[in-house]
């Protein structure tokens, strides 16, 4: 991470627990403005977890508790009394299998165009264009608008629900392993598009191929058992890593 | 291994001749009702018994028009009143209540569900009946004996509502916490979503739910017949007393026995809401269809 990148998020001792069952312990890590930052680590080791506290999302599951401080840009969105949606419109998600909202192609755009902004139909039209040709999936749908999103081959619904989510200018995409469900070529067109994004967005993007990560991560956050373990800029990460445990993950020893 | 694969096969023609016996029932009903109702058709136009309003079976009338309105009346109000209230109520239960809420909540809806008819009856004669006559229809400054239209509608609202609301919070606890997520990421409230996402989403189940809803009402029977007030005549207003078409044969079975042509009438009615039921279903499935073609989830 060059020293003058700015922090878009940053953790302090974040601790989550499901029944009281600890999920993360301690979280202190840094996420760099603009860049792309791979969250890595086993299955079941809190990655999607970790994500989902970015945005506030883990608080409509039932028995979750959330200690400690996340800042976006400096303020803490643990704080009481704030506008969730507000918080969550900053940042974009894409799971893991897209989920297209029951409507049609068009109005999976145009759904958060029409929440926050007043803008009329036509504005509303051309941000719906513009966010198609982002994904490149304009010239496959533009004869098919008003089909329903489910149509849609799986690897196109996710660059929908990627479209869905810039449509609201968000300044964080948050990825839960985007490609785990797509053929390889639909993977690859998601990656490029991520690699694209991240000059006008902070991209976060939870992955277990570690491939991947090396392929398209400035910063690396290593997860293990709720903890982090090591967290770095990626050459770093990767070439020379400090902890024993990074070593052996990176070496395939445990996964 | 012979011996399993016998088992299997009888297995499998047991199944076969069971389902076959069950569909054999459906065209045997309908049959019989049928051939049971010729008698009346041959002395009276359909037209005449849809349209006339006088039923009189010691004087050879029997017109079904009277009850024919008092059965769209007390099912149409019923739904009218429970249908909003109930999804209101699923939504609560399964999008806002918390958690140990819903967990006390949802045993009590389903006992409510499965209590039999004549105890709602029971408990509408006491509590509803005086209190539509002494409170509600002053209210509107009409006299009344309580024994009405509205007192048989608000029963029988009373009766779906578990059943509707039963099948509503199922149907909304199937979706995708996933789909959730997704909506809400955007920054959607939780009534947006609520509105825009989880309704659609569970529109097919919800119209299901609408329906079945509709089938207990228009066929209930002894609750209503508690308190419509059993009068065949057309209801001016809705505390008028009234008749449903099945109430109107548990009323009168007993005497059936005394003429042939009144039997034929009854089993006509009895036709009638076979048949009803019958096209009910059917426009539900094609509803169902419309509804998932349209959204397809
Ligand atoms: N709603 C929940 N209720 C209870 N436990 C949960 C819940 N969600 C997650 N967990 C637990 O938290 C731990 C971390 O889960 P999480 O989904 O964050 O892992 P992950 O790293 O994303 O795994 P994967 O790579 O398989 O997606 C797991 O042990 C999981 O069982
Ligand atoms: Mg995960």
Known sequence: ?255 | MNRRKLRDFLGTKLMLVVTVAVSLLFFSIFFLLLFKSLLIFEQHSLTEILFSSSWNPGFNQFGLYPIIVGTILVTGIALIIAVPISILSAVYIAEYAPKKVRKVIRPFIDVLAGVPSVVYGLCALLFLVPFVKDVVAPWFGIETTGYCILTASITLAIMVFPIIISLCVESFHAIPLSLREASLSVGATKWETVKKVIFRASAPSVISAVFLGFGRAFGETIAVNMVVGGITRTPSTLFSPGQTLASLIVSAYSDMMSSPLYESALMMVALILFIVVLLFNIFGIFVLRRANKRWNV
């Not at chain 1, 918080?87 to 109005?107: A, E, F, H, N, T």
């Not at chain 1, 533009?142 to 690897?155: E, I, M």
């Not at chain 1, 785990?180 to 006008?200: G, M």
């Open chain 1, 1 to 255: 991470m060059s020293t003058e990148s700015r922090i878009q998020i940053e953790t302090k001792n974040l601790n989550v627990s499901f029944h009281d069952h600890v999920v993360l312990q301690n979280i202190d890590i840094k996420i760099p403005a603009k860049k792309l930052t791979a969250i890595i680590g086993p299955s079941g080791c809190g990655k999607t977890t970790l994500l989902k506290s970015f945005n506030r999302l883990l608080e409509i599951q039932d028995d979750v508790k959330i200690a400690g401080q996340i800042l976006v840009d400096g303020k803490n969105i643990l704080r009481p009394h704030l506008d969730v949606p507000d918080i969550r419109k900053k940042m974009g998600l894409l799971s893991q299998k897209p989920y297209p909202l029951p409507m049609s192609i068009r109005d999976n755009v145009a759904y958060g165009l029409r929440i926050h902004s007043n803008k009329n139909k036509d504005e509303i039209e051309k941000t719906v264009e513009h966010c198609l040709q982002e994904v490149g999936l304009w010239n496959e749908v533009k004869g098919r608008l008003h089909d329903p999103a489910s149509q849609l081959s799986v690897g196109q619904q996710q660059r929908l629900c990627l479209a869905r989510a810039i449509a609201v200018e968000p300044e964080v995409v948050l990825c839960d392993e985007p490609t785990s469900a797509l053929d390889p070529l639909a993977a690859q067109q998601i990656e490029k598009l991520l690699l694209k994004l991240k000059k006008d967005y902070t991209v976060v993007l939870v992955t277990h191929t570690l491939r991947q990560a090396k392929r398209v991560a400035d910063y690396v956050i290593f997860l293990y058992f709720g903890m982090v373990i090591e967290q770095g800029p990626a050459d770093i990460f990767f070439n020379n890593p400090k902890n024993p445990e990074t070593k052996a993950y990176l070496s395939g020893e445990i996964s």
